[in-house]
């Protein structure tokens, strides 16, 4: 798996020298991660139905922590190179719209750990 690299901290596409980074293996499966997680729903005009719903389900405090944890979990297992989940915390600041998920995951090319947020 090789992907373009994205900047960790400002997601920009990564070019040095004039030439596009590049990501592969644990690191490429970590950035999907992340990426997948980013993606609210309705967000790309091609496919509306594709992303999560962060500001209908995951932020509004009448959803419960577990419908959140379950939405969330479920776009992690299903990005390519995932095996399984190993670990997971989630901190959701539903005021100001922030959360913060930290998860490590079984990939073939061994485990990976990942930051979502802040």
């Known amino acids: 798996m090789i992907d373009i690299k994205?900047?960790?901290?400002?997601?920009?596409?990564?070019?040095?020298?004039?030439?596009?980074?590049?990501?592969?293996?644990?690191?490429?499966?970590?950035?999907?991660c992340k990426i997948r997680?980013?993606?609210?729903?309705?967000?790309?005009?091609?496919?509306?139905?594709?992303?999560l719903d962060w500001f209908g389900y995951i932020f509004p405090v009448y959803t419960s922590i577990d419908q959140k944890n379950t939405r969330i979990k479920k776009m992690i297992r299903e990005t390519e190179g995932v095996r399984a989940i190993k670990e997971y915390t989630i901190?959701?600041?539903?005021?100001?719209?922030?959360?913060q998920i930290d998860f490590s995951v079984d990939t073939e090319f061994g485990d990976v750990q990942v930051r979502v947020g802040p």
Do not use: K, Y
């Not at 901290?9 to 030439?19: C, K, P």
């Not at 997680?37 to 992303?51: A, C, H, K, M, P």
């Open 6 to 32: 994205l900047d960790t901290e400002t997601h920009d596409v990564v070019v040095t020298d004039g030439d596009l980074e590049l990501v592969a293996d644990g690191a490429e499966v970590a950035q999907s």
């Open 37 to 51: 997680l980013w993606f609210i729903l309705g967000e790309w005009i091609l496919d509306v139905s594709r992303g």
């Open 91 to 99: 901190a959701i600041d539903p005021v100001n719209h922030a959360s």
